[in-house]
């Protein structure tokens, strides 16, 4: 089922996204080579709780972390440890706040320092599925419509689109329906409403689309060894337009 947002819960969610979006600028500034992925975490993790949150993904269905940090061939779900960044890294830094009940969730790739031409442009791609997709969100359209956006500019530039995950309702939860596919398949298409607050995340590969959990049970990886990049924000619809919640300079 589908829960519509009203104004006053709408302003919760927008409170959450700030907080998230505020957090994730600061911590994308302490990426450099040598600073460890739990060292990311934990300055995420004092950065929500400082500003009145909560890390959203820490103890969902278990997991261990309070923020999701993946490198280079992982697509999403790495966990942060004493893994070193190194130079030319690409990191995708996920994360969810929950502000007194209201929930948002945002995700980023960036390069450590400076990378190849191959990855720029993998991230660049990523990066412009989530705003086509995004401008899509618009009330009358349906979720296909943002699924195909993305779907489309991925394969238009080569690169492959991960279908076995995909964005989501969020506000009231973590995730919430409706499904958000990065691809057009025969699965439930409703139409956009005012209210809808949604989690778009396109999760585009350089390769193949296909991918393998490894042995910790979180950790999803590109199947081909390549490299994966991965950018998400929360948005909800509004009347006539629609506005993004998690959005930072």
């Known amino acids: 089922m589908i829960r519509l947002k009203n104004e006053k819960e709408i302003a919760g969610i927008r409170a959450s996204g700030k907080l998230l979006a505020e957090t994730l600028q600061e911590t994308?500034?302490?990426?450099?080579?040598?600073?460890t992925t739990r060292e990311l975490d934990s300055y995420a993790r004092s950065r929500i709780e400082g500003g009145g949150g909560r890390p959203a993904f820490l103890g969902y269905m278990n997991y261990p972390a309070s923020i999701c940090i993946s490198l280079n061939n992982e697509v999403i779900h790495g966990i942060p440890g004493p893994r070193k960044l190194r130079n030319g890294d690409?990191?995708?830094?996920?994360l969810g706040v929950d502000l007194n009940g209201y929930f948002s969730?945002?995700?980023?790739t960036v390069a450590v320092g400076t990378t190849t031409p191959r990855r720029e442009r993998l991230m660049r791609v990523t990066r412009e599925c989530l705003e086509h997709a995004v401008a899509q969100a618009l009330p009358g359209n349906r979720i296909s419509d943002i699924s195909r956006?993305?779907?489309?500019h991925a394969t238009k530039n080569g690169c492959g689109v991960v279908r076995e995950y995909c964005g989501h309702g969020t506000g009231f939860a973590m995730h919430e329906d409706p499904q958000v596919p990065n691809y057009v398949g025969s699965g439930p298409n409703p139409r956009l409403k005012e209210g809808m607050v949604l989690a778009i995340e396109p999760m585009v590969n350089a390769g193949t689309g296909d991918i393998e959990l490894l042995e910790d049970g979180w950790t999803v990886v590109t199947a081909d060894g390549r490299d994966s990049a991965h950018f998400e924000h929360t948005v909800v619809v509004l009347r006539d337009r629609m506005e993004i919640l998690t959005?930072?300079?």
């Open 105 to 108: 969730d945002s995700a980023v």
């Open 28 to 35: 994308l500034k302490l990426v450099a080579d040598g600073i």
């Open 90 to 94: 690409l990191v995708s830094i996920d």
């Open 149 to 152: 956006a993305v779907y489309e």
């Open 247 to 249: 959005h930072f300079h």
